[in-house]
């Protein structure tokens, strides 16, 4: 049985980009405006809200309730290879 990957470390970059670090020791930068839509998710778009993040059952979450699940997250395009 495949072990579920989850998210270990989490540092804000800039705009709504963060560090994230997992469990199987793959670091990448994670871009979050494409999630940041509907009633849960539409708060973060305000850096201040998105900046309230943290970790909490193996994955990132917010105040408000929201959160992504973390095999969504290692499976996301890595936005620092993309702004090279």
């Not at 930068?29 to 708060?43: I, N, Q, Y």
């Not at 943290?54 to 994955?59: C, V």
């Not at 917010?62 to 890595?78: M, V």
Request: glycine share 6%; proline share 5%.
């Amino acid at each position: 049985m495949k072990e579920l990957v989850t998210v270990t470390e989490a540092r804000y970059l800039k705009d709504h980009q963060l560090r994230l670090r997992f469990s199987d020791g793959v670091e990448k930068t994670v871009d979050f405006s494409p999630w940041l839509r509907g009633s849960v998710f539409e708060p973060l778009r305000e850096i201040a809200a998105f900046k309230k993040f943290f970790l909490a059952g193996g994955t990132v979450c917010w105040p408000n309730g929201a959160d992504i699940a973390p095999e969504r997250l290692r499976s996301a395009a890595d936005a620092s290879a993309s702004a090279a």
